[in-house]
């Protein structure tokens, strides 16, 4: 058996940040380092699967891995409190489809800063909009606050604080106008508060960081895989291609934040502050800055946003394969690339006028 200093010696080799990672771990469990060694030789089945992965590993993957680990368990427990409602529940394939009519437009508005910023809401009440409009949850009540009812709400989060953005007498107003779209995960006291209809799905997971599990969730619930890019504005472009819209809107779609935005303040520099241990200096490599070519606009970005952007991209780009026209009309943030155009938000309004 090799000694403790030997093994000591042999991991203190490793990468500084993968060596603090592990020794996060003996820590947490107590292990030697023997033991450890021996936990992983003990349960093969599940190091055979960690040995499977990816061995260079960006940041964007790895917070990926991470979140869906750490909201795994709050996830199960939401499925459980629903688990009746959502089984008797319309699936998103109930949703009515528009085959029949031609060129069909749809309208997604994400939470992103430039939506306010540019005051698109208000836009969108002068102008009027003859098509479907997606909203996500957090911007519902700036909508109807402005006149503008969208048709569907986007709900991916299985947070509690999803409450928030419903538990108002406006929203109430406008139950039997709007419905909900769901994920399967939602939070138990979002489901019970909401007083309209809702469809729902079930968030297809990647299969390399929990093997079966979106899967087995699907078939348990018998409700309709989804893919998405992680974040909620993406249900509403999914679904408005499946439901037979081919030019699809963006506003509010930024998957960044602007330059003067403190970093400090952005969404997930706890978590940042958590996994690095307070080092400041590793998490400012984190962030990268973007300026738009078609807008002018400069942004930044994290992880967390660049998985987001990456994985928005490739659905852009498959829509466009099909035949779907996607445009980024946000006037701000990351969003540009094969698959997508990009037009100011008063141009793109006024085509339907043509």
Sequence with gaps: MLKKDVISACLRKLDVNDWRQLQVIKKQYKF????FIHQLATYPELTEHAMKLPPDIDET??????????LLPLWMDNISESFET???GKDIRDIPRFDDIENKRALVIGAGPSLHRNKHLELLADQGFDGIIFAADRVLVDCLNVGVIPDYIMTLDGSEKILDYIDHDIVDQYSDRVAAIMCITTHPSV??????????????????IVPNVGHVMHLLLNKT??????HASSIGWSVAH???CKEIGLIGLD?????????????????????????????EKLYKTYHHTVFGTDCYYDPVFANYLLCSLAHFNTAFSIGSRIVNCSEGGA????????????EWLSEKQK
């Excluded at 993957?61 to 750490?70: F, R, S």
């Excluded at 940042?272 to 998490?283: C, H, K, P």
């Excluded at 540009?336 to 100011?344: A, K, Q, S, T």
Aim: net charge negative.
């Design 61 to 70: 993957a790895m917070v990926n891995i991470k979140t869906v680990h750490n």
């Design 86 to 88: 959502i089984k008797i």
């Design 335 to 346: 969003i540009e690339g094969d698959g997508v155009e990009c037009m100011y938000f008063a």
């Design 255 to 283: 998957l960044s934040y602007p330059v003067d935005t403190p970093k400090k303040d952005t969404w997930y520099y706890d978590r940042y502050l958590e996994a690095y241990n307070g080092n400041v200096e590793e998490i």
């Design 191 to 208: 489901v019970q508060r909401w007083n309209g209809n809702i469809f729902w799905f079930s968030n297809s997971l990647d299969e390399t």
């Design 32 to 35: 030697t380092w023997s033991q």
């Design 225 to 230: 895989e989804l893919f998405t890019a992680g």
């Design 242 to 244: 499946t439901i037979g």
